[in-house]
């Protein structure tokens, strides 16, 4: 199965966090899927950090892209064609972030892991 994973639940993950569901779990764990983590995520992370709003327990963007790829979890980059989907995207979600991984999401063809209810509203598969 080919997957994009929403930051929330790529951290939740490698925190061990409770509220990520059994089905994303499973699917994470599982390295015969095809697991896609945006560039976003990594840059939302990064921002997050340098404010000071995510606990990182010594984790920094270079560990964490380190341990995504031994686990051969898929980096995707920002392509013209997502920026040219986001320009078609209701104004449900404010969030620049997520909107990117919905774009993306659709340009992959590949639903978004996440738990975000906003996400949902969107022409965009989602499993959780």
Known sequence: MKVLVDTHALLWWMGGDARLSELALGILE?????????IVSLWEIAIKISLGRLPTSGLNVTRIAEQLREQDFVMIPVRLGDLVRIEKLPWIHRDPF???LIAQALEEDAPLL???????QYAVQTIW
């Open 30 to 38: 599982d390295g015969a899927n095809q697991r896609l983590v945006s």
């Open 98 to 100: 997520d909107r990117l």
């Open 114 to 120: 996440t738990s975000d209810g906003l996400i949902r």
